[in-house]
Every structure is written in structure tokens, then in C-alpha cells.
């Protein structure tokens, strides 16, 4: 194995076997599931547990993203260190069980990463939804605009971008919520999905997955009663300057955003 790292309770229960093996055999409920991709929900030793099994792409996946000048994702590396960035930024994701990576072979190379269920919990998207017909408390509201500027700036100034940034992939889950809606500052959101996210590509391309990041992220909230005034707070808070400022300095950046 190229990389591996192993926590209770895999450590104890795949002792003497081949991690690839072992997690290959693993049955529960099927996610999704593409070409030389699946992931699924199972539990181990009475918890609750994600795999994302990586079976190799074939050269044709890698000559497509190559041809088009994107980074192939080949194997489950890209979100484990993407998961280790994240939490060196203090920011919520999800936590790490598991994880192996074999073969020199970008095209057939095998790994999985194994996450722990952060259930029982909410999207955004679900949460956000129902809003235009049930309106959230103001303080509540505002906080999570703030919080999803908080952590796109701190991503986006750590070179870390998500490359999938919709309101579907922030978790708040259920034990939190009833503190967060009487005590918003408490609230705390969980990002996931990182298999895409780019760490610190090259500079000249930053502003290009910036957009990408910040249109996706305004295109998921179009349906969900976000106001104008909401458009405003965020993009006061993640760029840390007046809105007179913002938009006499980085007005082609914001319009780039709002046209993608």
C-alpha cells in the first residue's frame, strides 16, 4: 500500500487481513454508484459509517481530464487530504475512519476512504428550502449567511476549494439545532463531499475555482428566500470590507460570480 491509515474500530477488526479485502466486502445501503466509484453506508462495532470505494478510472477517464486540462481524481487521496486541510483550518467536515490507497497506476489504482455518519442531520438545502413558506427567525438566518461566508473565506484564502460548493453539501446536524436556533452564534456547519476540492492549485487559477466555488454556492440559494440584503451580509463577510469598498475595487469579480 502506497498510504493507509486505520482507527478503531477497522484497526482491531481487519487485523491480518488486506484493508482492500476487507473493505470490498463491506454490504449496506448504496449512495451512489458511477463507473469505478460507489459509495455506500454500512456499520461496524455499533456505529454508523460511509465508504467511498475507488476501483481505478481506466486511461480513457484520465486522457478526457487531461485533454481538457482538469486534475483526474484517481483515487480517494484527493478528499483525504482535503479532510485533513479542513480540519487544520478549524473548520467542520467530516472525520476520518479509514483509509488505503494502492497501485502506482494513476488508471487502475484501488483506495477507500471511510468517514464517519454525521446523522442524524440536515442539509442546507433541505433546511433552506422550506423557507420562502416558513420564513426562519431573523438572528438565525443571518448567522448562516455568516457562517457560509466564514468558511468559503477561510477555504478560498488557504487555497482550498470544493469544486461541488452547494447549500446540499453543509450539514447541520440535529443535535445542534435546537441550541443554534435559540443561540445562533453556537451554530457550527459541517462541510462534505471534498472528492473534488482542489488544495492549492496554481495561483494564476485561484480566481477561476473562486468563482466557481461562489456562483455555485448563489446558485443553490436562487429558491430559498434569500433576500438581497442576505447577498449583501455574505459578501460583507467573506471579503471583510464595506460594501462602498467592495464595490469599487472588486466589481468584475462579483459580476464574474453573478454571471456564472
Known amino acids: 500500500y ?11 477488526v ?3 487481513q488486506d484493508p482492500w479485502d476487507a473493505a470490498s466486502k463491506l454490504r449496506g445501503e448504496v449512495y451512489r454508484q458511477v463507473e469505478g466509484r460507489r459509495t455506500l453506508q454500512f456499520s461496524q462495532g455499533g456505529e454508523s459509517f460511509f465508504i467511498k470505494l475507488h476501483e481505478g478510472v481506466g486511461w480513457k477517464e484520465v486522457a478526457k481530464n487531461l485533454l481538457t486540462f482538469r486534475k483526474p ?4 487521496r484527493q478528499e483525504f487530504l482535503a479532510i485533513k486541510a479542513m480540519q487544520a483550518l478549524g473548520l467542520d467536515t467530516m472525520k476520518t475512519a479509514a483509509y488505503a ?5 494513476p488508471a487502475a489504482r484501488k483506495s477507500f476512504l471511510v468517514t464517519h455518519d454525521l446523522s442524524p442531520a440536515d442539509s442546507l438545502e433541505t433546511i433552506c428550502q422550506q423557507w420562502p413558506n416558513s ?9 448562516i449567511v455568516e457562517e457560509l461566508a466564514r468558511i468559503a473565506r477561510l477555504m478560498h484564502e488557504s487555497g482550498i476549494f470544493h469544486r461541488d460548493f452547494y447549500l446540499c453539501h453543509f450539514l447541520l446536524p ?3 439545532l435546537p441550541s443554534a436556533t435559540k443561540n445562533p452564534e453556537t451554530l457550527r456547519l459541517h462541510v462534505i ?5 482542489l488544495i492549492r492549485p496554481f495561483a494564476f487559477r485561484w480566481t477561476r475555482w473562486q468563482v466557481k466555488d461562489l456562483a455555485a454556492l448563489y446558485f ?3 429558491d430559498c428566500g434569500f433576500s438581497r440584503q442576505d447577498y449583501y451580509r455574505f459578501i460583507r463577510a467573506y471579503t471583510g470590507q464595506p460594501l462602498r469598498v467592495v464595490f469599487q475595487q472588486q466589481r468584475n469579480f462579483w459580476q464574474k460570480v453573478y454571471r456564472r
Open 73 to 76: 481524481i484517481v483515487s480517494a
Open 193 to 197: 463531499d471534498l472528492h473534488r476540492a
Open 2 to 12: 502506497r498510504y493507509m491509515e486505520l482507527s478503531d474500530p477497522f484497526r482491531d
Open 14 to 16: 481487519w487485523q491480518g
Open 220 to 222: 443553490s440559494t436562487l
Open 101 to 105: 490507497e494502492s497501485g502506482a497506476n
Open 135 to 143: 420564513p426562519p427567525a431573523f438572528r438565525f438566518k443571518h448567522r
Open 174 to 176: 440535529d443535535a445542534c
